[in-house]
């Protein structure tokens, strides 16, 4: 069973470029989350999103950034005109199925893509 | 709103010893989660141990232990017999009941000496 995929691992963009970054969740998993790790903090926050809807963008930048989740095919996360302050991990993660008397929603996270802003 | 704080930024352990990681939150709420991630060298953030605030036993898994102490907010990790192979970030992380985002704490850095 394979865990969650994001690619490219690593992204070079120059400034004004567009970075997009890939996300395929675990098998039977309809939640996903994406979060933002700068150097050396924890993780924060950015978008959280079922099949075709963005449920929760409250982390989400109010420019440049965008995030969907089709009914087919991977996860995006959009990053329009980077600029070097975009530099940073972003992961992904994902989760099954939310019961919502389950409070045990265990997210379980890519690898992360390593974005460079040259 | 939610807060994790981790007060050791890096700690050096002798392998084979047990070591403490602290972490304190910061909630309103009654019901939440409390979870604790791993993250190598290589980058990846690693599920390690999750405990509910209305479980009354502490949550073990191997030999990652979670100190649960609900009226000092506390939710310090236990590794027993540590193993070389330990050494990476850990990092402890909330999410209250109905919200699906997690808060993080800033990490530990880990490092266990041979």
């Known amino acids: 069973n394979a865990g969650v995929m994001q690619n490219p691992r690593h992204l070079v963009r120059r400034r004004g470029q567009e970075a997009r970054l890939r996300c395929s969740p675990m098998k039977g998993h309809s939640h996903v989350y994406w979060y933002r790790q700068l150097p050396e903090e924890g993780l924060k926050f950015m978008v959280y999103?079922?099949?075709?809807?963005?449920?929760?963008e409250s982390g989400m930048p109010k420019e440049r950034f965008s995030a969907e989740f089709p009914k087919e095919g991977p996860s995006i996360l959009r990053i329009q005109q980077v600029v070097r302050g975009d530099s940073a991990a972003y992961f992904c993660a994902s989760s099954p199925t939310r019961d919502s008397a389950a409070a045990k929603n265990i997210q379980y996270f890519g690898a992360g893509t390593r974005l460079s802003v040259l | 709103a939610q807060k994790i704080t981790q007060t050791q930024p890096g700690m050096f352990v002798q392998e084979k010893e047990a070591v403490t990681l602290d972490c304190t939150y910061d909630?309103?709420?009654?019901?939440?989660?409390l979870f604790w991630y791993k993250q190598p060298s290589s980058g990846e953030m690693i599920f390690l141990i999750y405990?509910?605030?209305?479980?009354?036993q502490n949550a073990t898994e191997g030999r990652y232990s979670l100190n649960f102490q609900k009226a000092r907010k506390s939710a310090n990790l236990v590794i027993s017999a540590s193993q070389l192979g330990d050494s990476a970030m850990y990092f402890c992380a909330m999410r209250d009941f109905g919200n699906e985002k997690l808060t993080f704490g800033t990490g530990t850095r880990l490092t266990i000496i041979p």
């Open positions: 999103l079922q099949k075709e809807n963005i449920i929760d």
């Open positions: 909630t309103s709420d009654q019901s939440y989660g």
């Open positions: 405990q509910g605030s209305y479980d009354e």
